[in-house]
C-alpha cells in the first residue's frame, strides 16, 4: 500500500534536525567516537547506523540487514521537532515484564534472546497460523518514521522507527467480516523476564493491548523493528512492537507473539488495573486529565531540573489525520 505522507504530522525532509546535527552541537567528540566504533561492522548496518551518530553498532539479524537496504528513509518526519537522542530513548524505558524502573528494562534485557522468533495469528482471519519474523518481513517495505511518543505519564520523546504497515500486514492475513478488533500480546517467560517473576508484580501476565480494527488499519499504525537506523534494542520491544503515535505510549505494546483478530473489545493490561485511570482508546487528550495529573503538558525528554523542557501536549498527539476516526465518540467517556 502507498503511504500518503499524513498532512499534520509531514514535513519535508530537511524541515527535521537530524540527530547528528543536534549532537554535534553538544558533543562533537562523542560523535567522533561513535562513528569510529561503527568501522567493524558489516557493510549495510555501517552504512545506516551512521544517520544516527550516537548510536552503538550492533550486528543485524539476518531478516533485519536484508531489508534495511531497501528502506524508505523518513517516509513520515516529524516538523521541525529534534529527535530525542538514542541514549534516552533506549535507557528511560517502560517495560514491566522487565522491572518497574525506567532503568530496568535496559538494565535486565540485554541478554534475552530474542530469535527464533514467531507470531501466533488467530481468530477471524482466513490466513491463520505460526508467522516466523522472515514470513512476517518478507512481502513488506521498511519504512523509517519519525513520531512523537506521548506517555501516559506525561513525558515524551520523537523517536524515528523503523517498520512497515501493521493495515498491510492485517490485509495479508485477511480479517474476516466478523472482526472488529484486533488484540495484542507480549511473550510470557516468567525464568528469564525478573518483571514477570516478581511476586511484588501486580500485573495479569501477558501484556495485552487492544485497537479497533478501523485504528488498526489507519496508515499511521505500525508494527516496529528498528529504531535509529539499527534493530530494536530489547528493552524497546524487539523484535517486533506496535507503534500508534496518535495514542498514549501504554497502547504501543511490545514483543509481539500473538496478533488476534476478535468480534469484542479486548480488554488491555491497564485498563484491567486500573479502569478509572486508563481505558481502551488511550488517545492523547489534554482536555481529558488523568485522574491524578493534568494531560495538558508533557515533559519532552530529556529534561531536567533546570532545564524541565515542558511544552503543552495536542490533541492525538499532534495527528489530526486521525480525528474521523472519532467523531462518533464521546472522547471524555472514552478515554
Ligand atoms: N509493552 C509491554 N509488553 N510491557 C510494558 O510494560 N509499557 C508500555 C509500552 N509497551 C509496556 C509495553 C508503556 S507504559 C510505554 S510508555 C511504552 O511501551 C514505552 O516504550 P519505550 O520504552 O520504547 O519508550
Redo the contacts with the bound molecule.
Sequence with gaps: MLIQIPPASSSRESDVTPESVYLSRRSLLAVAGGLAATAALPRVARAEVSRYADVESVAAPTWFGEKLAGTRWQAVTAGDEVLTPFED?SHY?????FGPDKGD?ARNASQYKVEPWSVLVDGEVAKPGRYSLDDLFKPQQLEERIYR?R??EAWS?VIPWLGFSLGDFLSRVEPTGQAKFVRFE?IVDRERMVGQSSSFSLIDWP?VEGLRLDEAMHPLAILAVGMYGRVLPN???APLRLVVPWKY??K????IVRISLTREQPKNTWQALAPNEYGFYANVNPAVDHPRWTQAHERRLPSSLFSPNVIPTRLFNGYDEVASLYSELDLRKNY
Design positions: 530513548a524505558n517502560n517495560f514491566y515484564e528494562p511518543l506517555c501516559v520523546m507480549t501484556y528493552q524497546n520491544g505510549g501504554f504501543s505494546i511490545k514483543s
